[in-house]
Structures are given as structure tokens and as C-alpha cells.
């Protein structure tokens, strides 16, 4: 056998001398593939694979060294900066890493082979994961044992999901919510989608009105003041005042040329009325009893015609669109009593796992639930109708019952969806027939999520099989979220809110992209969802506009300045954290290898979107 190297004395790991440009794999190596054969024994040992079967990855493998590749270097890999090279992710996971900080370079080595294939991460250490937690939110791995393949990618993920809600309203899906769609009082409608669209059912306004207190004027001035026969009059102080025309009276007599009388906003213009003077801008001659206007009087001033808004049969709104309050007002000026609306779709939620506690403070290798309070609310703030959370522990048979008897429009789950003993997700979905259409994504925090769609006891009406999401008569949909908080924030905004927008009848929100402050680490391979606060300021650094410094300096000044918008990554931002995200107004898209300081990269609102500047200090 050749001379050894360094590596020398590490079993079976150790190689012969470099050839070719190769080269021998260095201590820490060795140590992380050990852990990934430990890894790979004990998932043998609980069935998830045979001993000695690689777990797949998606990635290639050289058939000596394991993490070790004989491709050509590529010129992009040689040239391309260092916190853009892959890094093993067996080190500490960059969600754990304060965002704030520039990014260092994840080869430390300077003799390691830029080629190198970086190893499947391992059970993430280190990274904020809470005890009890990790085996439901197990991140190794692109496949897992009940997976079809590879994960999707991020923006893959995101588009399936938001094709499945919209098909979901075709065939008898649609004719299921069109069953459920009825007319709500305008005082129930709120946050519900029109069915159809707003169509006017009357001019706005119905008729020419007054824009303003004061005289409505027919012919040029001066104008006769006169008295409205029958009108309103207010007495007082030894006084008498005519109140003239008002608001909601029937209408006036045609006023004759030359002549004005007193008008309320809002009420109904004479025939033969030219303009109205508002009362700061006219004055009367007590002694002639003329009307004198004090600015230049034009035609049609201070009206507002019939009509000037929409007339009847305009279309005021599309079906479609969101019922804000403003659409509220809009329907009843409009003559709606009712609207006719898209229900709201129905949620169940599932919590499981045997480790979580809805009370007290976490023993005994017990943990409180922080996604029971959470998941129901925030669908919620998505337009959702939520039941209360059902907690059904690590019970394969609880689960079916649940997915098989819910009459939901979505189930989501909360943990399970890995390949640990207890997680049952994949199995009970493989027993009771659906299909998986989303299975793992290429994201983090977050990957073991899923997408499926349940299918119910009968054929499909049209008898055809038709395609991934489609063939199924009128099944819910089921997200599977990771266990972890944080990763099961990134599988609501990931899979959940495009497929209920689409169920809800809502168009896909328009993506829009911010300045990053600091440099943001990335993950090798997949993209990485960091939470982020809005601020504005002059530069993309912020420093100068919004006072940022050590130690949280000038927080008072955040968000005023004037300049452009950019966001602020934030830490504690590890999947089981929620200090980060609490704090938060959004969740920046860092595309694998990450970004630099002044990068613009995609942004997803969180459902309040509310900036809380007096935070900063603390996460930033």
C-alpha cells in the first residue's frame, strides 16, 4: 500500500496518497461521514432502509470516498466568491447564525477540493432545535422512505400549490362550492371573496347633489336671495334663519334664473341650477337682499352630477375580489342589502406527537405545543374558517380516522412528516390512498413539508383520471407541516396560503423584492426563508438614515427617514425559534449560497405586517 497521508489511522476512511488531483479527506471529514453511517444504522434500525443503503440525496456520489466527486472543476466554482461556495451542511446550519453578520467563508480549509459534493445534512445540532421536537421536524435527506422522489424547489412548491387551490374549484369541487355559496347580509361578509361581480345596481350619485354647505345659484349674479316655500327654519337668539334645501328632502322646485337659496351637502340640486357658492365665498347685502359672489363663479362648480361615480350596471368589482370594508360601503351606496360570496374554506388541524403539553411549563422530556395556539389564528388572518385544533398524540389509527372522516376543505397536520418511528404521516396517506403532490421542498427551515389531496370513497364524476390534483372528487387537500415552529411557518406561507387563496377564489398575490441590509448566509442547495422587518433609509445598509449601530442605537428614528425600503434580517431565526418571527413583518426568499448586503430578493408578508421598530435592538 502507498504512503498515507495525514488521514492515517481512521479505519477504513483513510486513503492512499492523492492522485490526479485528488486528495485525501480530512479529519472532520471522516468524523462527519462516521456520523452519517451512525445516522443511516439508525434509521436501518427503526425500517426506514436495509444497513449500508446510502441515503438518496438527489446528488451523485463517487464510488470511493463518499463526499468526494472526480468532475472537473468549473470555472464558476473557482472563481465564484466564498460565500457563494457550497459548504458541508453537517456544519452548524446557517438558520441558527445571526443574519446581521456578514457571512464567513464556510470552507475554512484552504486545501479542501472546491468539487467536493457537499454530504446530506445531518439531525440539525445547534440550531435552536427544542427537545422532543427534532424527530418531527427531521431535515436530512431530499427523499424520505414514503417519497416519490427528489424535493421540489421552492418556487416549484409554491406554484403547485397555488394550481392545486384553483383547481380545486373546478369540476364538482366548484359545483360543491357553489352548493355552499349563498347571499350574506353586508354585515357578515367580511373577508369573504365575491362569487360574482358588484354590479351597480343605481347611478352614484342617484342624483346631481350639493358638494358643499352654502346658495345654489341659477344665471349669473347677483343673485336674488329667496326663501324655500315649505323649508325648514331655526329660530333663535331673536333671530330667524331658513334653512333652505336639505339633505334627503324630495325634490326642489325649479329655481328661476337670477335667483339663490340657501343648500346642505348632499341635497338634491334645483332644476335650472347652475353652481353652488360655498357660504365663506359669497355674501348678501342686507339693504338690497342680493347674494354677491366674492370669487369667480363657474359653471357646474361644487356639483356633483348624476352619475359622476358609476351608473347602474357599471362594474364596480370582479368576482373575486377581497370584501374589505371599503367594499362594504362601496355595495351598500351601490343598492346591495346582500352579496353573493365564496365561503370561506374549512380548516381542520391535527397536532401530533406524544411530546407536547397544552399547559404549564415543559418536564419530564415534555415540551409545550407552540403550534396549537399559533396555526388556528394564523389561518385565520389568511381567510380561513378554522375548527379547533384536534391533538391526537403519535396514534397511527387516531390519524386515519381524522384524514378519513374530515369534511374539511384542507387538513393540516402539525409534525410527523419525516421518517422517524413515530411519524406517521407518510404511511397513513400511502394506506388510505392519496396523493402526494408535494413531498419534501427544497427550502429551509422547513423541508420534510408536504402537499397531498384525499380522495373520497366514489369515481371521480367524469370518470377520467386527469391530472396530479385534479383526479379526485371533491377530497380535501392535506399540508403537512414539520414539527418544528419556525419550519412550520415556512410550510404555511410555502404551501398553505397559494393553495387557500386558490380555494378561496383570490388571484395569487403580486411578488415584490426589497434590499437586504446585511449580508445573508444561504444554504448550498436550497432556498432559505429568513425572517425580516421593513425599514426605509437612504442606503441599503440603513446606518445613515435610520441610526442603526451598535447595540440598537437611534431605534427611535427607524422607519421615518426618507429614501428607499429595504429589509432587516433577523436572528433567532433557527426552525425551532419564534423570537425572530414574532418580531418580524416578512420572510425574505435567499436563494441558495446567499446574498450580499444590498442584494434585492423576494418578500413574503406576513399576514399583520406590522413593523415593530422598538425590537430591533434585540434581534437585529
Not at 352630477?305 to 370594508?325: I, K, N, S, Y
Not at 407518510?426 to 427550502?443: K, M, R, S, W
Not at 402537499?451 to 391530472?467: C, F, M, W, Y
Amino acid at each position: 500500500m502507498a504512503d498515507v497521508g495525514p488521514e492515517t489511522g481512521f479505519g477504513s476512511s483513510a486513503c492512499e496518497r492523492p492522485r490526479g488531483g485528488e486528495r485525501c479527506p480530512t479529519p472532520e471529514e471522516v468524523r462527519a461521514a462516521e456520523e452519517e453511517r451512525a445516522v443511516e444504522q439508525a434509521l436501518a434500525l427503526v425500517g426506514s432502509r436495509p444497513p449500508g443503503e446510502h441515503r438518496p440525496t438527489g446528488r451523485p456520489r463517487s464510488e470511493g470516498w463518499p463526499h468526494v466527486t472526480d468532475r472537473p472543476r468549473s470555472a464558476e466554482t473557482e472563481s465564484g466568491p466564498p460565500w457563494q461556495q457550497s459548504h458541508s451542511s453537517e456544519t452548524p446550519c446557517p438558520e441558527s447564525e445571526p443574519a446581521g453578520e456578514p457571512t464567513a467563508n464556510p470552507n475554512p480549509n484552504p486545501t479542501a477540493d472546491p468539487t467536493a459534493v457537499p454530504r446530506s445534512p445531518a439531525p440539525d445540532r445547534g440550531s435552536g432545535t427544542a427537545p422532543g421536537q427534532d424527530r418531527h421536524a427531521h431535515e436530512h435527506g431530499h427523499r424520505r422512505r414514503h417519497g416519490h422522489g427528489p424535493a421540489a424547489s421552492w418556487p416549484e412548491a409554491r406554484a403547485l400549490a397555488a394550481r392545486s387551490g384553483r383547481s380545486g374549484q373546478s369540476g364538482s369541487a366548484a359545483r360543491a362550492i357553489g352548493i355552499r355559496a349563498g347571499r350574506l347580509p353586508l354585515g357578515q361578509a367580511l373577508g369573504h371573496v365575491l362569487a360574482e361581480p358588484l354590479v351597480a345596481l343605481t347611478d352614484l350619485p342617484p342624483f346631481d347633489t350639493s358638494a358643499m354647505d352654502g346658495w345654489v345659484v341659477s344665471g349669473p349674479g347677483p343673485w336674488n336671495v329667496r326663501e324655500v316655500a315649505g323649508a325648514e327654519a331655526r329660530a333663535g337668539a331673536g333671530s330667524y334663519r331658513d334653512l333652505g334645501i336639505l339633505a334627503g328632502r324630495s325634490a326642489p322646485a325649479t329655481l328661476p334664473d337670477g335667483d339663490a337659496v340657501r343648500i346642505a351637502t348632499g341635497a338634491r340640486i334645483p332644476a335650472d341650477a347652475n353652481a353652488v357658492i360655498r357660504s365663506e365665498h359669497a355674501r348678501v347685502d342686507r339693504a338690497t337682499g342680493l347674494l354677491h359672489a366674492e370669487h369667480q363663479v363657474l359653471p357646474g362648480q361644487d356639483i356633483r352630477p348624476r352619475g359622476q361615480e358609476c351608473r347602474a350596471g357599471d362594474r364596480l368589482m370582479p368576482a373575486g375580489a377581497l370584501v374589505t370594508p371599503a367594499v362594504l360601503g362601496l355595495a351598500a351606496a351601490a343598492g346591495y342589502d346582500t352579496l353573493v360570496v365564496v365561503p370561506r374554506p374549512r380548516i381542520d388541524v391535527l397536532v401530533l406527537g406524544d411530546e407536547l403539553l397544552t399547559g404549564g411549563l415543559p418536564h419530564d422530556g415534555l415540551i409545550r405545543d407552540a403550534l396549537g395556539p399559533m396555526i388556528g389564528p394564523w389561518l385565520r388572518a389568511l381567510g380561513a374558517e378554522v375548527s379547533a385544533p384536534q391533538r391526537l398524540g403519535d396514534d397511527a389509527a387516531a390519524l386515519r380516522h381524522a384524514l378519513t372522516t374530515s369534511d374539511a376543505d384542507l387538513v393540516i397536520t402539525t409534525g410527523g412528516t419525516a421518517a422517524g418511528p413515530v411519524d406517521h404521516v407518510h404511511p397513513v396517506l400511502a394506506e388510505i390512498g392519496a396523493e402526494l403532490l408535494v413531498d419534501g421542498v427544497a427550502v429551509r427551515p422547513g423541508h420534510p413539508m408536504l402537499l397531498a389531496r384525499l380522495k373520497k370513497d366514489e369515481e371521480p364524476v367524469d370518470g377520467s383520471a386527469g391530472s396530479r390534483g385534479e383526479a379526485w372528487n371533491g377530497g380535501p387537500y392535506l399540508v403537512g407541516l414539520p414539527g418544528n415552529p419556525l419550519a412550520a411557518v415556512s410550510g404555511l406561507l410555502t404551501l398553505a396560503e397559494p393553495l387557500l387563496r386558490g380555494l378561496a377564489g383570490r388571484e395569487p398575490e403580486v411578488p415584490y423584492r426589497a434590499a437586504v441590509r446585511d449580508d445573508v448566509h444561504g444554504h448550498p442547495h436550497d432556498t432559505r426563508l429568513v425572517p425580516v422587518v421593513h425599514r426605509v433609509g437612504s442606503t441599503a445598509d440603513g446606518r445613515s438614515a435610520s441610526g442603526y449601530g451598535s447595540g440598537g442605537e437611534g431605534i427611535g428614528g427607524a422607519g421615518t427617514g426618507g429614501g428607499p425600503e429595504y429589509v432587516v434580517p433577523l436572528r433567532y431565526n433557527g426552525p425551532a425559534m419564534l423570537r425572530g418571527i414574532a418580531a418580524a413583518d416578512g420572510l425574505a426568499v435567499v436563494p441558495p449560497g446567499g446574498v450580499r448586503s444590498g442584494t434585492e430578493v423576494e418578500i413574503l408578508d406576513l399576514p399583520w405586517a406590522s413593523a415593530m421598530p422598538w425590537t430591533e435592538g434585540c434581534f437585529t
